[in-house]
T-cell receptor
Framework: AQSVTQLDSHVSVSEGTPVLLRCNYS??????LFWYVQHPNKGLQLLLK??????LVKGINGFEAEFKKSETSFHLTKPSAHMSDAAEYFC?????????????FGSGTRLQVQP | EAQVTQNPRYLITVTGKKLTVTCSQN?????MSWYRQDPGLGLRQIYY???????DKGDVPEGYKVSRKEKRNFPLILESPSPNQTSLYFC???????????????FGPGTRLTVT
């Protein structure tokens, strides 16, 4: 069985400071991992994905994440927060076995960016 | 423009009155799925479909039905809605899931359902 734990339900940073959103996963198979972002009253947008290529994955809007198999982590980072980054972020794991359910979502981390 | 559309976007209904939320994608994706989003729980899968006429239960299928008669459409049916089905619903689609690969899912804009 697969699962995802987002370690912080809320994160607050000041504009221009680094962002770190933490995610740990468990999976019986080699996982694919994603980060999605949801802005208020909007749908979900893919930020980045890891699918067993490079362990450091770059996404849109300056975000990146590093897959660490030994730590079963996939933390999301950004060097400098912008006001427009305020949103809810979801870490997602996907197993690769046909016929199984597709995606397991974490419970989300709400990012606040203070001016 | 490649997209997943859902209708309606907002719906308020009463207990027991059957309703359907439509979902359509124009990307020729084989795989489609329905999720519900509740505070503190993230998104949970209701049903998914690997292809036309192939559907299966997700994590929380009770009280829902789906059908997949055409590749582009995947409606969600609530035969007798109850207040605990008040939620934000998302439809998603992706390319077919094959062993050894995984494709990101594209999400619709969401349908906010309130059952009183």
């Amino acid at each position: 069985a697969q699962s995802v734990t987002q370690l912080d339900s809320h994160v607050s940073v000041s504009e221009g400071t680094p962002v770190l959103l933490r995610c740990n996963y468990s999976s019986s198979y080699s996982p694919s991992l994603f980060w999605y972002v949801q802005h208020p009253n909007k749908g979900l947008q893919l930020l980045l994905k890891y699918t067993s290529a490079a362990t450091l994955v770059k996404g849109i809007n300056g975000f990146e994440a590093e897959f660490k198999k030994s730590e079963t982590s996939f933390h999301l980072t950004k060097p400098s927060a912008h006001m427009s980054d305020a949103a809810e972020y979801f870490c997602v794991v996907s197993d690769l076995v046909p016929g199984r359910r597709a995606l397991t979502f974490g419970s989300g981390t709400r990012l606040q960016v203070q001016p | 423009e490649a997209q997943v559309t859902q209708n309606p976007r907002y719906l308020i209904t009463v207990t027991g009155k059957k309703l359907t939320v439509t979902c359509s994608q124009n990307m020729n994706h084989e795989y489609m799925s329905w999720y519900r989003q509740d505070p503190g729980l993230g998104l949970r899968q209701i049903y998914y479909s690997m292809n036309v006429e192939v559907t299966d239960k997700g994590d929380v299928p009770e009280g829902y039905k789906v059908s997949r008669k055409e590749k582009r459409n995947f409606p969600l049916i609530l035969e007798s809605p109850s207040p605990n089905q008040t939620s934000l619903y998302f439809c998603a689609s992706s390319l077919s899931r094959r062993r050894g690969s995984s494709y990101e899912q594209y999400f619709g804009p969401g349908t906010r359902l309130t059952v009183t």
